[in-house]
């Protein structure tokens, strides 16, 4: 089955930058659409952000659009998160998702592989 396994989470000051990775095992990631999805603490998971399996499809969420760009490299078996211009609300665990779909979905119930998370935490 597919496996997903999250890095490039840390400590990074307000303003500061992260690329996050999102590398797949056991399958080829060229039909499955992947999101990253957080969970700050107290609170719900929300989505971040999904691209579908050929890329042509990006969605973001409003509080991110502008700072976060989503990636990927087929070829490499990895997607990617840029994150730019990071603010305290973006302290999370950073988790990566795979659906069994080449469409982005918003809801996180229709992923059905996930990470193992990468934490983020922006503080000064």
């Known amino acids: 089955q597919l496996q997903l396994v999250e890095s490039g989470g840390d400590l990074v000051q307000p303003g500061g930058s992260l690329r996050l990775s999102c590398a797949a095992s056991?399958?080829?990631?060229?039909?499955?659409?992947i999101g990253w999805f957080r969970q700050a603490p107290g609170k719900g998971r929300e989505g971040v952000s999904c691209?579908?399996?050929?890329?042509?499809?990006?969605n973001y969420a409003d509080s991110v659009k502008g700072r976060f760009t989503i990636s990927r490299d087929n070829a490499k078996n990895t997607v990617y998160l840029q994150m730019n211009s990071l603010k305290p609300e973006d302290t999370a665990i950073y988790y990566c998702?795979?659906?069994?779909?080449?469409?982005?979905?918003?809801?996180?119930?229709?992923?059905?592989?996930w990470g193992q998370g990468t934490p983020v935490t922006v503080s000064s």
């Open positions: 056991g399958f080829s990631l060229d039909y499955y659409a």
């Open positions: 998702a795979g659906r069994t779909s080449s469409r982005c979905s918003a809801y996180e119930g229709n992923y059905r592989y």
């Open positions: 691209i579908a399996s050929g890329g042509g499809s990006i």
